[in-house]
Structures are given as C-alpha cells and as structure tokens.
C-alpha cells in the first residue's frame, strides 16, 4: 500500500492550459504539503494545509490553487500553464503532533511545451 | 528566516571508501534537522533526523549524523559507501513554529564508483 500517492506521476501539456495533480495520504496525518522541484533539483515549499485549512502559502503565483477535500487529500489545480512550471512536484504528508518527519510521494513530472 | 547550505554539489567517492556529506543551517530560533535521499526518479525517503537529545543521531542504511550547535551544522557520514548509496542527499531544516516547512539545501550528488 503506498502511503502518499500522487496522480498523475507523468504529465504532458501545452501552454496555456489547465491541469490538476491529485494526492492522497493513507497514514491518517493531518497535515499535507505541496513542494516543488526545479530543473536543478532545488526543493521549495508551495503549500500546507492542515485538517483542510490552509496554513503556509508561500510566494507562489495565484494560478496555482491547492485544494483539500478533506484532511487525506490536497490537489493542486495550475491554470494558465507557463514553461516555467516544468518541474516535479511533490506531495508530503506529517501528523499534527509528535513525529515531525514528513512522509513524500513519488512525485509528478509537469512537462510544459 | 531558516536556510540551508549544503557546501558540496557533487562528492564522488569510491565504494568501500568513507564519506562525509556537509549541511550548515541558518535559524534564529530552534530547529529540526533531516537528511533525505532521493533515488533517480524516485520520491524522498528519509534518511535520519534529529529534533532533540543526543547530538549523533543514526539513520537507515548505516548513515549516521552529528548535529552542532556552535558550528550550525549537520553532517552526514557514512564509514564504507555501496554503489547502491549513489543518490542526491538533501539537507533540511524546520524552525519550531514555522507549522513544520521544511526548508531544503540544493542537494549533494553522492557518486560511488567501483
């Protein structure tokens, strides 16, 4: 059982379109984030949303919006795709109390063309 | 605000060798502190971490690291390395309060060649 799945693992787009990437943690955690992973393998938070709440939204344009149906699941919908978001993007998960080590999916690759 | 320096890009060693993956962090408050190992085209998995207690913290895989406060670093250390080891390590910190952000350094290649 994969404890942090992310949907899409490979995705394909041209610009100017929209699309979504789904996650979803089976580790019962309350909190869930989003990081994205650039051509140079730098690693930077996007998101985290606990128990459906957003709490960290960093500098990221307004055409990125996570969405958390509920505390197992956090989306992340991009409109208006540019180049610049080709990237790999990395679901986490963490419980609210006690281990602070965060759990990652495998990842989805945006290619943007 | 929390940052991470990793000092080296790349470390190639050779297999059965030591190695020593370097990490200073930046923080005006207290921190947690992690090592994560990413495979090719793989997620990241952790390696080990430190949040409080004894400063040498052993993680999976035989890795080990020793957290300083004076010096604000966090080595990895391994004493013989596999060619199974050869990934990219990456260092991160998270100050208490900050809701758990990780904040990462860009990454050390660890090569190991036969």
């Known amino acids: 059982d994969t404890a942090v799945s992310q949907t899409p693992k490979y995705l394909v787009t041209q610009m100017g379109n929209d699309k979504s990437i789904k996650c979803e943690q089976n580790l019962g955690h309350d909190t869930m984030y989003w990081y994205k992973q650039d051509s140079k393998k730098f690693l930077k938070i996007m998101f985290s949303?606990?128990?459906?709440?957003?709490?960290i939204n960093e500098t990221v344009p307004n055409r990125f919006s996570p969405k958390s149906p509920d505390k197992a699941h956090l989306n992340l919908h991009i409109n208006s795709l540019e180049l610049g978001d080709s990237a790999v993007y990395f679901c986490a998960s963490r419980p609210e109390a006690g281990n602070t080590e965060a759990f990652f999916g495998q990842g989805t690759r945006l290619t943007v063309v | 605000a929390q940052s991470v320096t990793q000092l080296d890009s790349q470390v190639p060693v050779f297999e059965e060798a030591p190695v020593e993956l370097r990490c200073n962090y930046s923080?005006?408050?207290?921190?947690?502190l992690f090592w994560y190992v990413q495979y090719p085209n793989q997620g990241l998995q952790l390696l080990l971490k430190y949040l409080s207690g004894s400063t040498l913290v052993k993680g999976i895989n035989g890795f080990e690291a020793e957290f300083n406060k004076s010096q604000t670093s966090f080595h990895l250390r391994k004493p013989s390395v596999h060619i199974s080891d050869t990934a990219e390590y990456f260092c991160a910190v998270s100050e208490y309060g900050s809701n758990y952000k990780l904040t990462f350094g860009k990454g050390t290649l660890l090569t190991v060649n036969p």
């Open positions: 923080s005006s408050v207290s921190v947690y």
């Open positions: 949303y606990n128990n459906k709440e957003l709490i």
